[in-house]
């Protein structure tokens, strides 16, 4: 297997790009991939000042490091969950991720305590409220992301969700037809209403991606996954999508590629071709003569001996 780029000797290969690739032309490409995503849609631009959700996950630090060494001005915030072992171990490997590979860049570490700030942990909100761990966890994690963003005037929170998450959550709401979630299924959700701007920088990349990234720069990140996500349901969509990208490499990025294709031309009214009124009766109709009035005459030919009458132009002909 040769590296696409250079001939050398290839690390890794992207089935789904008919790629092959080295170590340096992988870091290459990953790079790329990120700064394609931002600029294609729009995420922020260089003079923009980012608050990256770091968990201790491969996902996060690495596109906190890339978004660092790409130019763009990087901060992170940590939230300290409070679930037991698991949080401790990912504390961990945040603060040495950041001494020893991003402090000499130039960036700054927010940390934030749910227990110490607000007085409870996950663990206790789960015993303590009727409500399943992982949404008192997720609905904790976007208060304080917009709180902090808020607070110290970040132009954006970047999450270091990835094309399968994003694939997999786009499943989930196909699944259910659940329209209100699809309609704000985006990689960028626009400030607004005391909301800082949401972006996902890494939406072009896979996990396996991302790991590979992780292991070919030596990124020590938390493995293990939290032990409340045991047995979700996104993980039997990832596995379902995985094994349909198996059969068929680059199904995963259509899917969710071609979601997002149509939500950005009928976002811009680009689904709806160009408009001329219609020639008998004034309605828009992408042709000369629309429809309803081929239609109808049609019909009228087909009545017999009378002659087509020609569809009424009325004075409130707007709509459809
Ligand atoms: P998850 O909801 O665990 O799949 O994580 C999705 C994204 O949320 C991660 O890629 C991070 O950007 C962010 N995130 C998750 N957990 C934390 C945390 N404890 N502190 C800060 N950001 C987090
Ligand atoms: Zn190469
Ligand atoms: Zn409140």
Redo the contacts with the bound molecule.
Sequence with gaps: MKCVKCRGKAVIDLRRHNAAFCREHFVEYFQSQVERAIREFEMFGPDDHIL??????K??LV?WEVLLRLGYRADA?????GIGGYTAA?TEKVRRFYDERVRPLGTDLHVVSLKADYGFGVDEAKDRVRRPACSAC?LS?RYI?NKVAAEHGYDAV????NLD?EAAVLLGNVLRWNTSYLARQWPVLPAGRGFVRKVKPLVRLTERETAAYAVLTGVDYMVEE?PN?VGATSHLYKDMLNRLEQQSPGSKHQFLFQFYRQGRSSMKGEDRPELNPCRHCGQPTPGDVCAFCRMTAMLMDRAGPTTPQRPARTSSARSG
């Design positions: 990256v959700a770091v968990s201790g996950g996902d996060s596109l915030l940590y939230i300290d969950l990912s997720g994690k992301f970047a999450t270091g969700h998450d939290c996500a």
